[in-house]
């Protein structure tokens, strides 16, 4: 699954509708549980007047649905999906200067209306459509959050879905997993059946009561903070090859690469060297990054920082909403060291941002006084942990970001896909292509080169027994509390370990 801009996916032609969320007037109720702490800034951010609030700020998914389209079954998923998840039907009022109150509205105050976009037929011109209503309609601030559109293909009997929504009640988790779960309920109602009941769709609200309560208990010498200061004893967020850049227009959108760099063939070897050293794919990955940086730009040091999934239990598994946590990751090369030698070296970086897992990044980020948000982010993803993977590629989809015009970020997100391994990459208009595609192939040359390296290592350092360790997550995966609670049978196509899978935060 690429993760892309809406302007890279081709709509094909068709009659398009967009399909809106209503309430009644009167359904909002004050909720006295919070916001989390990176939401709570979010919106201190936005400013109320701007008229592209989306501009910059939504996330989506697009994907095409094996069935035809029929107006009031897709209105009545719609529906459904909105009653389920509380998240989708959460919007936010002005309480303080610093913190906004939330309010909720009940799972049958919500309807879906459908407008028709008269003349706009062509694919090109849907896109382009898309693209301005979604920076125009889409915000933090302002109900509904999240807004779908359909393209109905007659000739073909399918339809395109589009999904976009303010990053505010979705993550890049929930962008992935709702495909699947819109098509079983577009397929629930065809059928005249009710919807699948699980304690897997808990609320983002109740999380967030968690999260600032955990937030609370941080002070200046919790390790996580020790962590961060570390990471920020220069004074600022890392920057992705700062020497490289250049002047540009703030005006000008972020250009974004995709690119495959190892197809299935070549994945799978290396995977199986990395099974027989006991690396995971994260490791490498971040490993193979560290060895480019240096090779290209004669950085012996790379730190980013690396956003990760905070589903802490079961009971969000299926959630909608933004459970994302950002942690500082910090590998320091030797000079000349080879990528067996990297990969010890990442893994131990690796663990030490474990310490920062369950503490609220914007949160440390205030205790140590640092406005400054990161401009260097790293993700990484096996999109095998989702459930119906195959499936998704089959229906063409997409997890979408909306275009960038910062003069300063760099962005990479990894994806280990059914056939292959992924990069994409967003970087400032002033920054050269050429630099971007050198380092990207330096990359995917560094993590072609596993397989001989470990070889000629024999067991070498990177063949010591270790336990295996996700990316921001524990040795298997999940938290102790989590690893511990039993796996709903409505939940047995999900699997545990995408809890601290890392995902994009955007």
Not at 147 to 175: C, P, R
Request: aromatic share 8%; charged share 20%.
């Amino acid at each position: 699954m690429e993760y892309t801009h809406l302007s890279e996916f081709e709509i094909r032609s068709g009659a398009l509708s967009m399909w809106t969320p209503e309430l009644a007037a009167g359904a909002w109720q004050p909720d006295d549980r919070p916001l989390t702490s990176v939401h709570t800034g979010y919106c201190a951010s936005v400013d109320p007047t701007d008229p592209l609030p989306g501009r910059g700020r939504w996330i989506g998914t697009v994907f095409e649905m094996d069935a035809p389209l029929d107006g009031p079954t897709w209105r009545e998923t719609l529906r459904r999906w909105h009653a389920r998840h509380e998240g989708l039907r959460t919007t936010v009022t002005p309480a303080s200067a610093d913190e906004p109150r939330r309010l909720v509205a009940a799972p049958t105050a919500v309807d879906i209306a459908e407008q028709p976009v008269a003349g706009c037929t062509d694919g090109t011109r849907i896109n382009e459509f898309l693209s301005g209503t979604l920076e125009e309609r889409l915000s933090p601030l302002v109900w509904p959050h999240c807004l779908a559109a359909t393209v109905e293909h007659a000739d073909t009997g399918d339809f395109t879905v589009l999904v976009a929504a303010d990053h505010s009640v979705m993550d890049a988790y929930a962008q992935a997993i709702l495909i699947l779960e819109l098509r079983t309920l577009y397929r629930e109602v065809m059928a005249g059946e009710a919807s699948r009941e699980s304690v897997t769709f808990g609320s983002a609200a109740d999380f967030a009561v968690l999260e600032r309560a955990s937030a609370a208990e941080l002070g200046p010498d919790s390790p996580a903070v020790a962590t961060w200061r570390e990471f920020l004893a220069d004074g600022a967020m890392p920057r992705f090859a700062p020497q490289a850049q250049r002047p540009a227009r703030a005006e000008l959108a972020q250009p974004s690469v995709s690119r495959r760099l190892l197809d299935l063939t070549e994945l799978e070897q290396v995977e199986a060297v990395l099974d027989q050293v006991r690396h995971r794919m994260s490791v490498a990955v971040f490993a193979a990054l560290a060895v480019a940086n240096q090779q290209r730009f004669g950085a012996d040091r790379m730190r980013t920082v690396m956003p990760i999934a905070t589903r802490p239990d079961l009971r969000w598994m299926e959630s909608m909403g933004w459970f994302v946590n950002v942690v500082p990751v910090d590998i320091a090369l030797t000079p000349g060291v080879g990528i067996a030698g990297a990969m010890d070296l990442a893994r131990a970086a690796l663990r030490r941002s474990r310490t920062a897992n369950d503490a609220s990044w914007s949160r440390v980020l205030d205790l140590l006084d640092v406005a400054e948000t990161p401009r260097f982010g790293i993700s990484f993803l096996d999109i095998r942990v989702l459930p119906g993977y195959e499936l998704v590629a089959d229906l063409r989809g997409r997890t979408l970001r909306a275009e960038s015009y910062s003069t300063d970020e760099v962005f990479l997100w990894v994806v280990r896909a059914a056939d292959g391994l992924y990069v994409s990459t967003r970087y400032p208009a002033g920054f050269p292509a050429e630099v971007m595609d050198e380092f990207l192939t330096a990359f995917g040359q560094a993590l072609s080169s596993i397989t001989a390296a470990v070889h000629a290592d024999g067991e070498g350092r990177a063949g010591q027994p270790c336990a295996a360790v996700h990316a921001g997550g524990a040795a298997d995966g999940l938290s102790p509390a989590v690893a511990q609670t039993p796996m709903p049978a409505d939940a047995r196509a999900l699997r545990a370990d995408t809890l601290r899978v890392a995902v994009q935060a955007g």
